[in-house]
């Protein structure tokens, strides 16, 4: 009993600053987003109740002056759009109207982080990463959608439509570049169901793997043991933080990397950041890295991984190929 105590008063603190917010006049409330919470994703959904009589419309606002307004159907009080964000700080607005004008406002700050926006990489202290999936959560979803897992499991779906998730996550999936379990709506391939829904109330009902490096290699073993077997790795990688670069759903870069690849290594590598990079290698000064046609990849401008294996090489410093002397040679024939 005391050490649940215990629990209880250090969760309190952090969960207190979440939660739904609502409007105490007219009863709108927002299920989610809920207040200074973080999205790694490019959309959110919002999810308004209503229960005053009052409200005849509804106007669902975010940045980049999105809106959209939504009529109350009669019998209907929850209302659901996903909307999408821009890096850093988001305000999320629903507004109540009826026939006498404004009839209750509601709002949520939330922050979208960025790894290749050193602005945005960092989300200030006041904000905390929030599960949608709990028992309070699903509850209210329930009369209208399916929440459960699909029996079908490890199989792609014919019509990704028929996955139960499809209806609130298409987004996740829908950019130039689809990793394939994604597309295919294997998600507990990596979001495995936690089933404590009934006992715990706090955490997601889906894992949602920070170090995520364990649950990519079961898949891409072969890729693992080729990077083993090399002299130098690459310290992210070898700490198995894959989506430090990788987007795990789908993204507009090809690997479905979280930025383009230049922008992507910078983030960290910020004294790269001139476009230049001193070379001691056979007397070259300052090479450029970026701005100028890759001769061994036409269609491609120079960048890191044009010289860098971004993963593993028997080079040091991760040059690419098998030899020192052969990475210049690639594009400056004699
Ligand atoms: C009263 C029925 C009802 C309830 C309750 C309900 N929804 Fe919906 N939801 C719908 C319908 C119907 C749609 C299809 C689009 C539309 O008509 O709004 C939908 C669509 C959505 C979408 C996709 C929106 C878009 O822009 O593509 C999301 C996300 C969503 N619901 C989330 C939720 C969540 C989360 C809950 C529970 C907190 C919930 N809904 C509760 C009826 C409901
Ligand atoms: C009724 C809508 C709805 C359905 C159905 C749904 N989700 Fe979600 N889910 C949400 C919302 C809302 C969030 C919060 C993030 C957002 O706004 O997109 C979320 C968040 C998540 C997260 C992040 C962790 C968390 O709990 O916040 C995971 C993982 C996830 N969903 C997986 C799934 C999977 C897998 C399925 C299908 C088995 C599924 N969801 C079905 C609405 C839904
Ligand atoms: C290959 C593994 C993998 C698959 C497959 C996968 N996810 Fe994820 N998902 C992750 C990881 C890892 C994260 C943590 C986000 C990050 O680090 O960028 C995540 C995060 C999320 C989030 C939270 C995003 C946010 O804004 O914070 C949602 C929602 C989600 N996944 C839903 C889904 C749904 C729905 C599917 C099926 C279409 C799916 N995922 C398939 C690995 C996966
Ligand atoms: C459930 C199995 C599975 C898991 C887990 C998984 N992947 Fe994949 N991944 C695949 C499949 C299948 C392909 C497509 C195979 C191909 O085209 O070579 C793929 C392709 C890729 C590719 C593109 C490879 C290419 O040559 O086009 C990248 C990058 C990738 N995955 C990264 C990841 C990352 C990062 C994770 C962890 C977040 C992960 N994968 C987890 C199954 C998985
Ligand atoms: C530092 C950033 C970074 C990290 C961390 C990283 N990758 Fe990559 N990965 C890349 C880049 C960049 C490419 C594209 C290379 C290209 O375009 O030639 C790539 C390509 C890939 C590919 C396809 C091509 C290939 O080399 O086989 C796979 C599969 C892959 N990554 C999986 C992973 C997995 C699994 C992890 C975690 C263990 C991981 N990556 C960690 C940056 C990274
Ligand atoms: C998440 C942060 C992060 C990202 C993104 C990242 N790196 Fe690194 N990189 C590191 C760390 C940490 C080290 C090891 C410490 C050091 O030497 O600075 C490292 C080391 C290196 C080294 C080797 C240094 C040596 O002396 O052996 C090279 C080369 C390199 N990175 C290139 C790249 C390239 C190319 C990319 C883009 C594909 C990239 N990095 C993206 C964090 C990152
Ligand atoms: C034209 C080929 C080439 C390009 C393009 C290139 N590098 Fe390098 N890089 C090298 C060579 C060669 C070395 C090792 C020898 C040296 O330091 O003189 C090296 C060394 C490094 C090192 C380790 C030593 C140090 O300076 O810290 C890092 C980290 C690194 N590069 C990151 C990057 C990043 C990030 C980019 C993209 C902005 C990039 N490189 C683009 C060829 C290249
Ligand atoms: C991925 C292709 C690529 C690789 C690998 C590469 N370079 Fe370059 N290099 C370029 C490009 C592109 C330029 C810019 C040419 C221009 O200004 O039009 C350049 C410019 C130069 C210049 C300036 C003089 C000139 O030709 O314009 C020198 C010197 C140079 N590189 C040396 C090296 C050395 C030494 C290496 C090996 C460490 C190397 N390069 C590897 C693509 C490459």
Not at 174 to 192: D, E
Not at 195 to 210: A, R, T, V, Y
């Amino acid at each position: 009993m005391k050490r649940l105590f215990i629990l209880a008063g250090l969760l309190f603190p952090l969960y207190a600053l979440f939660g739904a917010v609502k409007d105490e006049r007219t009863g709108m409330e927002l299920i989610s987003p809920p207040n200074y919470s973080i999205y790694h994703e490019e959309t959110l959904s919002v999810v308004v109740t209503l229960s005053s009589p009052h409200v005849d419309k509804i106007m669902i606002s975010a940045e980049s002056n999105q809106s959209s307004e939504i009529f109350r159907q009669k019998g209907r009080d929850t209302y659901c759009k996903t909307m999408r964000l821009i890096p850093g700080e988001n305000t999320i607005t629903v507004k109540g109207i009826g026939k006498d004008g404004s009839a209750g406002i509601l709002s949520a700050i939330i922050y979208h982080d960025s790894v290749s926006e050193k602005m945005y990489k960092y989300p200030p202290e006041k904000y905390g990463k929030s599960s949608f999936h709990i028992l309070a959560n699903e509850k209210k979803c329930i009369p209208c959608h399916k929440m459960g897992v699909n029996g079908q499991q490890g199989i792609a779906f014919e019509n990704p439509s028929d996955s139960n998730c499809f209806v609130c996550h298409e987004k996740l999936t829908t950019r130039g570049q689809g990793h394939a379990p994604a597309i295919n709506w294997l998600c507990t391939a990596c979001h495995q169901t936690q089933n404590k829904l009934e006992s715990d109330s706090q955490g997601s009902k889906f894992i949602l793997p920070g170090h995520i490096g364990k649950v990519c290699l079961t898949c891409h073993q072969k890729e693992k043991e080729t990077w083993e077997e090399k002299r130098f790795h690459h310290m992210p990688v070898d700490a198995q933080q894959c989506t430090r670069c990788h987007n795990p759903h789908s993204s507009e870069n090809r690997y479905y990397l979280k930025a383009k690849a230049w922008e992507l290594c910078t983030s960290c590598h910020i004294d790269k950041r001139d476009g230049n990079h001193f070379i001691n290698t056979f007397g070259s000064r300052n090479h450029p890295t970026r701005g100028k046609p890759d001769p061994s990849r036409p269609g491609h401008e120079i960048e890191c991984i044009s010289c860098h294996n971004p993963h593993a090489s028997n080079i040091r410093s991760l040059i690419e190929g098998e030899s020192p002397m052969g990475i210049c040679v690639k594009c400056h024939k004699k």
